[in-house]
């Protein structure tokens, strides 16, 4: 069984800064890829940036240069820092992992935090 936790949502003034985690545990050996995703209703779920072991980040051209994501893989926990948020930011953030068994790659996600940012 593996879980993530995440926390760090709220509701923030456009311009302003908010930080997620996402704290993953139980049975992990090592984590690929991690990241974060978003929603907002009668949307599809969209990718907001990636972070691989190794360090190697993605980012969504919307959240270049406002976003940036971070891990600490002794603590297998992935960041996002956000800053200068806009309206348009507002959704559910979800995270995501990716852990390989053997050859496969398998997909764990977070409950959701929502982002709400007034203009």
């Known amino acids: 069984q593996v879980q993530l936790v995440e926390s760090g949502g709220g509701l923030v003034q456009a311009g302003g800064s908010l930080r997620l985690s996402c704290a993953a545990s139980?049975?992990?050996?090592?984590?690929?890829?991690m990241g974060w995703y978003r929603q907002v209703p009668g949307k599809q779920r969209e990718l907001v940036t990636t972070?691989?072991?190794?360090?190697?980040?993605n980012y969504a051209d919307s959240v270049k240069g406002r976003f940036t994501i971070s891990r600490d893989n002794a603590k297998n926990t992935v960041y996002l820092q956000m800053n200068s948020l806009k309206p348009e930011d507002t959704a559910v953030y979800y995270c995501?992992?990716?852990?390989?068994?053997?050859?496969?790659?398998?997909?764990?996600w977070g409950q959701g935090t929502q982002v709400t940012v007034s203009s």
């Open positions: 995501n992992i990716v852990l390989v068994y053997g050859s496969i790659p398998v997909d764990y």
């Open positions: 139980g049975s992990i050996f090592s984590i690929n890829t």
């Open positions: 972070i691989t072991r190794g360090g190697g980040t």
